[in-house]
């Protein structure tokens, strides 16, 4: 265990659903990240997070709505997705500030979009 | 194309054999951190090195850093049919705002 928790492991929604992937965690990191993983491509970041604000959004389309309520906790909220959103979402956290940016992952949520 | 990439993208090799795989990036960096992914699984971090940093070690890994070609190598030794995973490289540095920047990753397949 990483000390990162996301939940579900697994999701299956239709394009018309709306939905919502949480993480969490207790390492007392103040920086979260959700990370996309497709299928032959690299880990792509979506958002970032740092002490609850957001400083990075990769171009991310708005139907992916992220919310950081505190320092611990993640989601990642979807609606009116498409099946090429479907994916392992990776949320990561790290402590910003340290010098060394090790992240912590989570065991991600298997999105299939139907 | 990505900051970290790595070479080759699948790795089929015997137990007890050592596995190595390297990764280029392009722009100056902090440091360079390795993790391994399991199937369908969340990451794990490895190792990390710096980039004043040339070789480190962690038990049976080893890493070697060359900020002048802008590569790294990591090297499973004795490898075991749990190593079997995906390896990859992350990069921090200032070019990408501090945020960690991952390569495509390896493919290992370990053998019994």
């Known amino acids: 265990e990483t000390g990162v928790t996301q939940t579900p492991r697994h999701l299956v929604m239709g394009m018309t659903n709306k939905k919502s992937l949480k993480c969490e965690q207790h390492?007392?990191?103040?920086?979260m990240y959700w990370y996309k993983q497709s299928a032959k491509k690299p880990l792509e970041l979506m958002f970032v997070?740092?002490?609850?604000?957001?400083?990075e959004n990769n171009s991310v389309p708005s139907r992916f709505s992220p919310e950081c309520p505190n320092s611990s906790h993640l989601f990642l909220h979807l609606h009116t997705l498409q099946p090429e959103d479907s994916a392992l979402y990776l949320c990561?956290?790290?402590?910003?500030?340290?010098?060394?940016?090790?992240?912590?992952f989570g065991q991600g949520t298997r999105l299939t979009v139907v | 194309s990505q900051q970290g990439e790595e070479d080759p993208q699948a790795l089929s090799i015997q137990e007890g054999e050592n596995a190595t795989m390297n990764c280029s990036y392009k722009?100056?960096?902090?440091?360079l951190q390795w993790y391994r992914q399991n199937s369908g699984r969340g990451l794990v971090h490895l190792i990390l090195?710096?980039?004043?940093?040339r070789e480190k070690h962690s038990g049976r890994l080893r890493v070697t850093l060359d900020t002048s070609k802008k590569s790294s190598s990591l090297l499973i030794t004795a490898s075991r049919a749990a190593d079997t995973a995906s390896y990859f490289c992350?990069?921090?540095?200032?070019?990408?705002?501090?945020?960690?920047?991952f390569g495509g990753g390896t493919r290992v397949l370990v053998k019994p």
């Open positions: 990561a956290s790290s402590q910003p500030g340290t010098g060394d940016t090790e992240a912590f």
């Open positions: 390492l007392g990191h103040n920086a």
């Open positions: 997070y740092n002490f609850k604000e957001q400083t």
């Open positions: 722009t100056s960096i902090n440091n």
């Open positions: 090195i710096r980039s004043n940093e």
């Open positions: 992350a990069t921090d540095g200032k070019a990408a705002g501090n945020k960690l920047t």
